[in-house]
């Protein structure tokens, strides 16, 4: 079942405003249980944690910032 243009920009939202931050929460949290590695280890940690939040959203994000394509404009004038 595809979302629509208008559910896929909701959820988007969504996302980004409540569940990228408690993920940025969780992520800190956790790494901050352990004993602070060297620079160089926890910077690649949170390069991957950074880009591995979006790979389950990738199909809700793609296309939101573009017209909605579900939307036909009336060319009949």
């Not at 004993?35 to 160089?40: A, E, L, Q, S, V």
């Not at 280890?41 to 199909?59: H, M, T």
Request: no cysteine; glycine share 6%; proline share 6%.
């Amino acid at each position: 079942m595809a979302l629509s243009y208008k559910s896929r920009r909701r959820l988007s939202l969504l996302i980004l405003l409540v569940g990228l931050p408690a993920y940025v929460i969780v992520s800190v949290t956790i790494i901050g249980l352990f004993d602070r590695p060297p620079f160089w280890l926890e910077l690649v940690v949170y390069l991957v944690l950074g880009v591995l939040w979006a790979l389950p959203f990738k199909a809700v994000f793609k296309g939101v910032g573009k017209a909605d394509l579900d939307e036909i404009p009336d060319e009949t004038s």
